[in-house]
């Protein structure tokens, strides 16, 4: 439970390792093998007997892939992990790759020769994926290869059993509606849709149908299973039936049945179609299991993850609740900081002892457990986006430096998800201008209104037209959607430049644009935005967003001159909610010291 501050693995180790699987593929007659960050359940978070990539390169990132081959071991990431994957992966055996600049095709088509034979586990990668990797190595003379057992799993003789945590149910009052009339929801569409069943992949979708919790991957309160949902409402959950407990079965009720694992292959080779398969988030192996008798398959979205993403009044109501608990830990933290920082020199702390203070306010507030871990990055480290402090890389928070603190927890009845950057002491002059801009981005999103039909893609670039200004950006999307007691990043709603699906209301998601400065200093501001109608003077179909998180932002790396007068009646505005509402829950010290901290810009 909660944060461990665990070395990185022995660097040493992962030479060894990459021989051991290039001497197994060898053995398999393969040139290449495919080692994907995720599991068979596409989550971005695995347990710990899914970490292949981890286990095989040292990268811990939550997205990104290896491709061995017999000569070459390459690293593909993203702009967020480009800092974080050279301080990890030992240059000896393994290369950096970035990505989505060099496909995977592209690179394999020219480290192997005709004939090339490259493998996949298709439990790990989705329809979707093999389909553009198969279209971008069409020519080449590469073939893909599905392997029946995953050579990593054959060559890691010290894996992890599969986790096994006990299931709990989730409180119908908390849900807003309970598992049977979630059933009989989804079930209606498949009906309409003339569909006989569909096969659920994602834990979430899973947790969320049937109004239940678990244990299975750290941080994420889901149950890690498959599940087959058909037109009557009766579903087949897959997964390990000890973490069923008489309470959750009784619950549940006849028309859900517990399955073991090893009863999904036939199951799925004995449905009748059409059966709906999401191509991007099941796993190929699932489309070849279904076609191998064939079904016919209705290529569709999950049925379930549209409704999960917008929230009811309930579950909104769950997360405003979980917000007020969670910003009065978050503001004890900064009126903690804010005391310690002049006392640095004399009483050293450390980026650990940061996140464990506020792991230790949050246990006091009533948290289930952290919503992912901490992001606590002292200078240099918060130029790492996804930065996750360890034993090794713990460093002392020196005066002058600027702190982010990126976390979140798991209540009872809701998610947070919140950053926070200020400076430990007099602030750096150069930091006011970007910290500024961010911001300015931050409130843009946060005020802004638009017609129904409109997507994160659309609303992406109000974030960062700030920062475009002074020819600045930032490598990650502007936002992600937030699970209510689920996933912290739950899909499939985003704010990034590529996400085409039309924001509804009761969406949640994250509004946190930043700027990094490499080997110097990293800025974030986040908040949780709620989707919601505004009214409009013509009748137009708008919407808004409420902002759930209610904490200060930090005023003094702000440079009141770069802000309009709309910009500080926001903040103003803003700080005075924190005030009202978050004031009455703490100390009267912490309170008094609220009260200086949200003053108005303005006054």
Known sequence: MFQTYDSHSDPAAHGPRLAALRAELASRRLDGFIVPRADAHQGEYVAARDARLAWLTGFTGSAGFAIVTGDRAGVFVDGRYRVQVKAEIDAAHFIPVPWPEVRPSAWLAEALPQGGRVGYDPWLHTRREIREMEKGLAGSGVALIAVETNPIDAVWTDQPPAPAGAVRLWPDAVAGETAAEKRERIAAALRAAEQRAAVLTLPDSLSWLLNIRGTDVPKNPVVQGFAIIEDDARVAVFAEPAKFGPEVRAALGNAVTILPPEALTPALTNLGGPVRLDPATAPDQVFRLVESMGARIAEAPDP????????????????????????????????????????????????????????????????????????????????????????????????????????????????????????????????????????????????????????????????????????????????????????????????????????????????????????????????????????????????????????????????PALLSGDEVAWLDAYHARVRDQIGPLVDPEVRDWLNRATRPLAG
């Open 304 to 559: 379930v993850i549209l409704p999960k993403a917008a929230k009811n009044p309930a579950e909104v109501a769950g997360m405003r609740a979980a917000h007020l608990r969670d910003g009065a830990a978050v503001t004890e933290l900064l009126c903690w900081l804010d005391r310690r920082a002049p006392r640095l020199e004399d009483e050293p702390l450390t980026e650990i002892g940061v996140a464990r203070k506020l792991e230790e306010l949050r246990m006091a507030r009533g948290i289930l457990d952290i919503s992912f871990d901490t992001i606590s990055a002292t200078g240099p480290h918060g130029a790492i986006c996804h930065y996750r402090v360890s034993a090794d890389s713990d460093l002392r928070i020196l005066p002058g430096q600027v702190l982010l603190v990126d976390s979140g927890g798991q209540y009872p009845d809701g998610t947070t998800d919140i950053t926070r950057t200020l400076p430990m002491g007099d602030p750096d002059p150069a930091v006011r201008r970007p910290y500024t801009r961010v911001l300015q981005g931050m409130i843009a999103l946060s005020r802004a209104q638009f017609p129904r039909g409109v997507a994160g893609c659309h609303l992406d670039a109000l974030a960062r037209a700030p920062l475009w200004m002074e020819g600045l950006d930032y490598d990650h999307g502007t936002g992600h959607g937030v699970g209510a007691g689920l996933s912290v990043h739950e899909g499939p709603v985003r704010i990034s430049r590529v996400s085409d699906i039309p924001l509804e209301p009761g969406m949640i998601l994250s509004n946190e644009p930043g700027y990094y400065r490499e080997g110097a200093f990293g800025i974030r501001i986040e908040n949780l935005l709620v989707v919601h109608p505004v009214e409009s003077p013509d009748g137009r179909a708008m919407l808004g967003f409420e902002t759930l998180t209610l904490a200060p932002i930090d005023r003094r790396l702000i440079d």
